[in-house]
């Protein structure tokens, strides 16, 4: 399914690979890539002529529908491993074993430090828990990955893909094998981390954001929510004045009177057709 996959999207997309070199023969490394689509999954592995194993969350596994199965058979056709994200602890933990075990076997481990999407485009600060732990419990080189423009193929909620053609741009290992037997010390995992996600920055050239991707979605969440109900408010105060005004006034708008004079000061202004001033009625 790879080849066939990968020869595809080849022939679609025609996208770009640099720096294929800087991706070993055999032998384990980690590969650390920027995420900003979900197709950043497709391309990657089938661009590459060795296997690479993802973690990838177990929705893409699970999902209903025809592109449920086919996204489900890809993932499985490439070798992805399903993880439960909203396990919390055990889940990371799982995550991780399982990384430390396609390093064992030779082979190459895929990870987003972001731990998801990019809401915007931009690199977010990279979680020190799978990658940083990984590598230091294994010893194997860590090699940055940039996707470049894939996020303008398929952008979140968008089912047909554009046709353009996508980047990747590959950069040299980075050796961590001095720190290796201490991952459990928070600070050099942090340090890990950011060296890592230093390097993804000059080689994709986005804007580095130092919060967690998580945390800006739910941000944006919660902005986007706000500014709804303001909207809805908004409407609401509408339709209540346009409710006083009908019940208020007599026909087009203006006042009703009796015995030839008027009742008064009208709750909404003249309509065209009468001369007076807004805030009095017309005679």
Do not use: C
């Amino acid at each position: 399914m790879k080849h066939s996959l990968g020869a595809s999207l080849k022939l679609v997309f025609r996208p770009w690979v640099e720096g294929a070199e800087h991706v070993p023969a055999e032998g384990p490394a980690i590969l650390a890539s920027n995420h900003l689509s979900f197709s950043d999954s497709f391309f990657l592995p089938a661009m590459l002529d060795r296997k690479v194993t993802f973690i990838a969350k177990a929705e893409y596994f699970t999902s209903p529908g025809v592109k449920g199965r086919l996204t489900a058979a890809f993932f499985k056709g490439v070798g992805q491993l399903p993880v439960d994200r909203e396990g919390g602890r055990s889940a990371s933990e799982a995550a991780i074993r399982s990384g430390i075990a396609v390093i064992e076997r030779g082979e190459l481990f895929g990870i987003y430090p972001e731990g998801t999407r990019s809401p915007d485009g931009r690199l977010y600060r990279g979680k020190p828990g799978g990658l940083a732990r990984v590598a230091l419990a294994t010893g194997a080189p860590v090699i940055p990955v940039a996707m470049i423009d894939t996020e303008k193929i398929q952008p979140p909620g968008k089912v047909v893909p554009k046709l353009m053609r996508p980047g990747i741009r590959i950069g040299a290992p980075l050796d961590f094998s001095r720190y290796q037997g201490m991952e459990n010390d928070r600070f050099i995992l942090r340090s890990v981390t950011d060296e890592v996600m230093y390097a993804i920055m000059k080689l994709s050239g986005q804007e580095y954001v130092d919060v967690y991707a998580n945390a800006a979605k739910r941000a944006i969440a919660e902005e986007e929510a706000a500014a709804r109900a303001s909207a809805q408010e908004r409407i609401k105060e509408r339709l209540a004045g346009m409710t006083r005004a009908k019940g208020g006034g007599g026909t087009d708008g203006a006042p009703e009177a009796t015995g030839g004079e008027t009742s008064g000061t009208p709750d909404t202004p003249d309509t065209p057709d009468s001369p007076g001033p807004p805030d009095r009625p017309g005679t």
